[in-house]
T-cell receptor, first 115, second 117 residues
């Protein structure tokens, strides 16, 4: 069975702090894909990143970075120097190559960045 | 391009009423999906469609039906609404990123907030 766990339900930080959002996944597939989405208070879902299971390189995009470790089945997301605009719910998701791209979402982590 | 659009944005139903949520995409995507979002549970797949004319059940299909008569439209029906169907509904569409082993990057609509009283 496929499963995504985001154990942190809520995180609160003060602006400029670094924060890491954890994501642990379960799958028996050798090929799979991991995603992060952001849901700001306005409610829409914003795609942040996709990572293939065969590419364990970490990625950095501005203040955002992602650490993918197959050995621990984790795909963690770090925001450096957080800003109030980063306040949102963040979802980690998993999809299988063989099932037409259906996404399995984690429960989400609500990040609150206070000024 | 409008991307993925959903109508209506908000809806209030009484128990037992029926309605159809509409989703349209103008990106010529093959695959379309319906998810529901409930507090503390993330998004869960209700139904999906790999191509025009085909549909398949997701994780939580009970109480819903779907229709994909045209490639650009994916309709979600509630035949007899129940309070347990109070949720935010998201439609998504996707295309293969190309090549063997490709995955499907999904684009989401703005959501429909449904309340069943």
């Amino acid at each position: 069975a496929q499963k995504v766990t985001q154990a942190q339900t809520e995180i609160s930080v003060v602006e400029k702090e670094d924060v890491t959002l954890d994501c642990v996944y379960e799958t028996r597939d050798t090929t799979y894909y991991l995603f992060w989405y952001k849901q700001p208070p306005s409610g829409e879902l914003v795609f942040l990143i996709r990572r293939n299971s065969f590419d364990e390189q970490n990625e950095i995009s501005g203040r955002y970075s992602w650490n993918f470790q197959k050995s621990t089945s984790s795909f963690n997301f770090t925001i450096t120097a957080s800003q109030v605009v980063d306040s949102a719910v963040y979802f980690c998701a998993l999809s299988r190559r063989v099932q037409g791209g259906k996404l399995i979402f984690g429960q989400g982590t609500e990040l609150s960045v206070k000024p | 391009n409008a991307g993925v659009t959903q109508t209506p944005k908000f809806q209030v139903l009484k128990t037992g009423q029926s309605m159809t949520l509409q989703c349209a995409q103008d990106m010529n995507h093959n695959s379309m999906y319906w998810y529901r979002q409930d507090p503390g549970m993330g998004l869960r797949l209700i139904y999906y469609s790999a191509s025009e004319g085909t549909t398949d059940k997701g994780e939580v299909p009970d109480g819903y039906n779907v229709s994909r008569l045209k490639k650009q439209n994916f309709l979600l029906g509630l035949e007899s609404a129940a309070p347990s169907q109070t949720s935010v509904y998201f439609c998504a569409s996707s295309y293969p990123l190309g090549g063997r082993g490709s995955t499907y990057e999904q684009y989401f609509g703005p959501g429909t907030r449904l309340t069943v009283t």
